[in-house]
């Protein structure tokens, strides 16, 4: 089992920054992608970003490319998603999850999930 706990989220206005943290515990040796994904009311989940534990390797969807940086501290087993020049259409529920997968960008291929949280953007 690994365990997921994200944090950072909250309400913050167009352009604005937020970082959201990931804490990974248990058997994070068995995962070899951690991801971000994000949903909004009314939508699906969708791909955000995702890297690698060991190689750091990262893949972005084109909505934030140039906007959002995921990035690792492997000694704090945690997992960050740095959000600038945020929009409105940011808004959604962020969840962090891990994947016995490289490159993995659906949801299907994440095997654990934390609780989520909320980033709201105001206009």
């Known amino acids: 089992q690994v365990q997921l706990v994200e944090s950072g989220g909250g309400l913050v206005q167009a352009g604005g920054s937020l970082r959201l943290s990931c804490a990974a515990s248990?058997?994070?040796?068995?995962?070899?992608?951690m991801g971000w994904f994000r949903q909004a009311p009314g939508k699906e989940r969708e791909f955000v970003a995702l890297i690698g534990w060991s190689d750091g390797n990262t893949n972005y969807a084109d909505s934030v490319k140039g906007r959002f940086t995921i990035s690792i501290d492997n000694a704090k087993n945690t997992v960050y998603l740095q959000m600038n020049s945020l929009k409105p259409e940011d808004t959604a529920v962020y969840y962090c999850a891990a994947s016995p997968m490289f490159r993995a960008t659906l949801r299907g291929e994440y095997d654990y999930w934390g609780q989520g949280t909320q980033v709201t953007v105001s206009s």
């Open positions: 248990g058997r994070t040796f068995s995962s070899i992608a």
